[in-house]
């Protein structure tokens, strides 16, 4: 079974500028989520999708982050601008979705954004 | 608001013996409970899980424990292996709006010494 897949590994951009991050989750996974982790702290949830619906974006800054996952599948998250305190790694995971009983999350190995 | 708590950041242990990782969480709604380990430069990797209903789930040299009345839980490693050297997240569950929300604690890194 092919893992979380994402890209770019690492991206190095000054603050202001615009970033983007891909992802495809495990076949057949129905969840999708983004996480922010920040040197030192656990991974914290940007945004959740189930299929191609948006179930939780309370934690994810609006005004310069913003996510989709198209026909359900692959996902792109964007900032724009960056700001200085965004660096950190990006990570995404993916769960199968069985309604009544929780699934453990599968992690791609992240990307690293650096801001000047 | 921290809901999940993991107050060790860094344990070292002699390879062999136990390793005893803690977690505590503050919602009583979390019903499920699961460790990762994560190595550097890799995204974390599922290790083992819990449900709200059971007290232990065993897995190898990996069993977790968790203390309901107490919000505490616990990750023993027998024994420790070189291997096993990375961060370990404990993260918590709750269900909302038909699917889970995962909250992480801050990670224990682990060192195991040959």
């Known amino acids: 079974e092919a893992g979380v897949a994402q890209s770019p590994r690492y991206k190095i951009i000054e603050k202001r500028q615009s970033v983007a991050f891909w992802c495809n989750p495990i076949s057949g996974h129905a969840t999708l989520y983004w996480y922010q982790q920040i040197l030192g702290q656990g991974p914290k949830l940007l945004i959740q999708?189930?299929?191609?619906?948006?179930?939780?974006d309370s934690q994810l800054p609006k005004d310069r982050f913003s996510a989709e996952r198209l026909k359900g599948v692959d996902s792109t998250l964007k900032i724009q601008p960056a700001k200085l305190e965004d660096s950190a790694v990006y990570l995404c995971?993916?769960?199968?979705?069985?309604?009544?009983?929780?699934?453990?999350?599968?992690f791609g190995d992240g990307t690293r954004l650096s801001i000047l | 608001d921290q809901q999940v708590k993991q107050n060790s950041p860094s344990l070292s242990v002699q390879e062999g013996r136990i390793s005893i990782l803690n977690c505590d969480y503050t919602?009583?709604?979390?019903?499920?409970f699961l460790w990762y380990k994560k190595y550097p430069a890799e995204g974390p990797t599922f290790l083992i899980s819990?449900?709200?209903?059971?007290d232990k789930n065993e897995d190898g040299r990996f069993t977790v424990f968790l203390n309901k009345s107490a919000k505490h839980l616990s990750l023993h490693i027998v024994p420790s292996q070189p291997g096993d050297s990375a961060v370990y997240f404990c993260a918590a569950s709750a269900p909302t709006s038909g699917t889970y929300k995962y909250i992480f604690g801050t990670g224990t890194r682990l060192k195991v010494l040959a």
């Open positions: 919602n009583s709604m979390f019903d499920y």
């Open positions: 819990i449900s709200s209903i059971k």
């Open positions: 999708f189930q299929n191609n619906g948006v179930v939780d």
């Open positions: 995971a993916s769960s199968s979705l069985d309604r009544g009983s929780n699934q453990p999350q599968h």
